[in-house]
């Protein structure tokens, strides 16, 4: 059985910083990738970010990047996202999810949902 639990959300001021943790049990983690889906109140699901453990390979949407960083430790099985400079446009629930695969500037199909967690931003 696949399972992803996501962790690390929390209440952060403007500014601050997070670090989202998403450990997998349940396949071979080195050869899928790990993404993250965000879920913000009033609009739909945007994926922000994947990471392929096998390679290394990562992407981070547009609005993220020079801020954020996609990392692995393949010998927990667990993917990491470092967000920095937190705005309000951060805000939202994160899932993490497991992916086909995970190209610099696209992700893959989504094969399974985790578990999410709440980053909320206070200005």
């Known amino acids: 059985e696949v399972q992803l639990v996501a962790s690390g959300g929390g209440l952060v001021q403007a500014g601050g910083s997070l670090r989202l943790s998403c450990v997998a049990s349940?396949?071979?983690?080195?050869?899928?990738?790990i993404g993250w889906f965000r879920q913000a109140p009033g609009k739909g699901q945007l994926g922000v970010s994947c990471i392929s453990p096998g390679d290394g390979v990562t992407y981070i949407t547009d609005s993220m990047k020079g801020r954020s960083t996609s990392s692995t430790d393949n010998a927990k099985n667990t993917a990491f996202l470092q967000i920095n400079s937190l705005t309000d446009e951060d805000a939202g629930f994160y899932f993490c999810?497991?992916?086909?695969?995970?190209?610099?500037?696209?992700?893959?199909?989504?094969?399974?949902w985790g578990q999410g967690t709440q980053v909320t931003v206070s200005s």
């Open positions: 349940g396949f071979t983690f080195d050869r899928y990738a």
């Open positions: 999810v497991r992916l086909q695969y995970c190209d610099a500037d696209r992700m893959g199909s989504v094969l399974d």
